[in-house]
């Protein structure tokens, strides 16, 4: 799997909008970029995917850099209930094996 | 739909035990695969499943086994089990049909191995 490249970490004020960035220099054409969360003691959970051009949905949005090496998961209006660990993950469309990295755990402060 | 179901949710083993997490989904999805989390840590892949009847090694397979008899069971076996097989299970399922591939986690179970 072609790796990603995340922040350790984020703090966000609560109503603000946050931008959790990713990298993945390697993608390959047919790469979904996929963004799943995880709350504390809870699996991980869908959030959104995109291709090549930007995506929303109700809970977020993803933002595609052109060249397709990076890409922005943007939280219009963080609520407390969205602190998390946010994983980047490339998806091919024919792949089996799904490698996590270490996820950006985001606070979201009152 | 219940989606991705595991149990049991808690259990504590001793050292030397043996026992199986089971996992089961009714989404008629093909591949299944079992992940650990250890505390503050990610998702690591023990093993996957692209059908019945197969089955692979991820990236920490040591200690664990596996069987795919039928679409919606992929339960994961604890040989022998040892303290550092403390940690979190988590089962996930996804179509491989599916172009953009969503995959669907279950809740977890929690294993401590005294």
């Known amino acids: 799997d072609a790796k990603t490249t995340q922040p350790n970490s984020m703090e966000s004020n609560e109503e603000e909008p946050v931008h959790l960035p990713c990298n993945h220099s390697t993608i390959s054409g047919t790469d979904y970029i996929h963004w799943y969360r995880q709350l504390p003691s809870q699996g991980p959970e869908y959030v959104i995917h995109g291709l090549t051009s930007n995506v929303n949905n109700r809970m977020a949005s993803l933002a595609i850099a052109e060249d397709r090496k990076s890409s922005t998961l943007i939280l219009h209006r963080a609520t407390l209930r969205d602190a998390a660990v946010y994983y980047c993950?490339?998806?091919?469309?024919?792949?089996?094996?799904?490698?996590f990295g270490e996820g950006t755990q985001l606070t979201v402060n009152p | 739909n219940a989606g991705v179901t595991q149990t049991p949710k808690f259990r504590i083993l001793k050292i030397g035990q043996s026992m199986t997490l089971q996992c089961t989904q009714d989404m008629n999805h093909n591949y299944m695969y079992w992940y650990r989390q250890d505390p503050g840590m990610g998702l690591k892949l023990i093993y996957y499943s692209v059908g019945a009847g197969i089955t692979d090694k991820g990236e920490v397979p040591n200690g664990y086994n596996v069987s795919r008899s039928t679409t919606e069971d992929f339960p994961l076996r604890l040989e022998l089990a040892a303290p550092s097989q403390t940690s979190v299970y988590f089962c996930?399922?996804?179509?491989?049909?599916?172009?953009?591939?969503?995959?669907?986690f279950g809740e977890g179970s929690w294993l401590t191995v005294v």
């Open positions: 996930a399922s996804s179509y491989s049909r599916d172009r953009e591939n969503t995959i669907y």
């Open positions: 993950i490339l998806r091919e469309t024919s792949g089996s094996r799904l490698t």
